[in-house]
C-alpha cells in the first residue's frame, strides 16, 4: 500500500552508501540551512552526526574543523 507522504518532513537512518526511511515524507531538513531538501535531491549527510545537507557548501561548512 502506497501512503502520501506529501508535504512532510521524512526521518531517516544515514549509512555510508544510502539512506533508509525510517518515517515517510517528501523531504528533509538542511542541518545548517534550515531548508527542505526533497529525498530524491538528497546527495550530502554526514553519517556520525546522522544529518542532511541541502548541498557542498552546506556539509563543508558544517564539517569543517571547529565547527559547531
Known amino acids: 500500500m502506497l501512503m502520501n507522504s ?9 549509512g555510508p552508501n544510502g539512506f533508509r526511511v ?4 517528501d523531504h528533509v531538513v538542511c542541518a545548517v540551512s534550515g531548508l527542505a531538501v526533497p529525498l530524491e535531491e538528497l546527495r550530502y549527510w554526514c553519517v556520525e552526526r546522522q544529518e542532511a545537507y541541502a548541498g557542498p557548501s552546506q556539509a ?6 571547529g565547527a559547531a
Open 6 to 14: 506529501g508535504n512532510k518532513p521524512a526521518t531517516l537512518l544515514y
Open 22 to 25: 525510517v518515517k515517510p515524507g
Open 60 to 65: 563543508a561548512e558544517r564539517l569543517a574543523p
